[in-house]
Each structure stands twice: as C-alpha cells, then as structure tokens.
C-alpha cells in the first residue's frame, strides 16, 4: 500500500478540537471525517444540511479526494450525501463541508465530532480526446441499462 503525505490545516476550533481524518482500522480504504459543528445540527426528514469538517488539506498533483457516505449511517439514520462521491481537486483550499441529506423518517442530529462522511485519496489521470469518425466495435456495443444482466435468447 502507498503511503502519500497531505499537508492539513484546521480551518476553527470548536470547543473541543474537532478530531483530524484518520483511519478507523489498518485495512480501511476511507478516513473517517468528523462534523466540526459548535452544537447539534438537526436535519428534517428529506432535509439537506451543509456540514462544515473544520479542515483544509492541500492535496499532490496526481491526486484527489472522494467524500463518500458512512454505511453506518445510511443503514441505521437515513443519511447520505447528496453529490457522491464528492471530488476534492489538487487544487482546492477551502474548507471540506460535507452535504448530508437525511432520507430516513425522523430527524436526525449531527453531533460536534461526530463521524459524518469518510474520505478516499486516489490517484487520477487526466484525459486527452481524440475524435474519430466510428468507434472500435465490442462485445456489448450500444447496450444499455441492466443489459449486462441479460442472458442471450437460445430459442
């Protein structure tokens, strides 16, 4: 496994420090990120909530980051996040705030430190077009929607 250093700002202090991102165990793929929020934020059933994570990070060249949902929470509250994966660029700054979006029945409370989303850095290539008149034939051609899925008709 590759190891890449990321150089982190916290953005505010809460009462407490919101805790930095960090792996909950040695095979984990995601960071947890934690709501850096002064007291609880509740979020209505279908409700959208911006959440802020008190941290900058100044990722590589060649890098990014993916926010993604906890299992956890979705399972068990209802929550997801609206865009995902959200995409941190190499050459963002700002503060990561996270759009969590509550699909569950009943509202939910975010906590201060609570664990709201996790973060995967991955590597990224980018991409040059090159404009052809027909496209190399395959396989599955123009096949659409749930057309993997689909057996070949024998009769």
Not at 31 to 59: K, N, Q, W
């Amino acid at each position: 496994m590759e190891d890449v250093q990321i150089q982190i700002k916290r953005i505010r202090r809460g009462g407490k420090a919101t805790p930095l991102p960090a792996y909950a165990t040695a095979g984990a793929a995601g960071m947890d990120l934690a709501a850096d929020v002064d007291a609880e934020v509740v979020i209505a059933p279908l409700e959208r909530a911006l959440i802020p994570t008190g941290i900058a990070v100044a990722l590589p060249a060649g890098f990014e980051a993916q926010i993604r949902p906890r299992s956890g929470l979705a399972l068990k509250e209802g929550l997801t996040l609206i865009n995902t994966p959200g995409t941190i660029d190499s050459d963002y700054r700002g503060e990561i705030q996270v759009i969590l979006i509550n699909l569950g029945r009943e509202p939910v409370a975010i906590r201060p430190g609570q664990r709201i989303a996790q973060m995967v850095v991955q590597r990224v290539c980018r991409a040059r077009w090159q404009e052809v008149p027909e496209l190399p034939s395959s396989k599955r051609q123009d096949g659409g929607f749930g057309h993997t899925g689909k057996k070949a008709n024998s009769e």
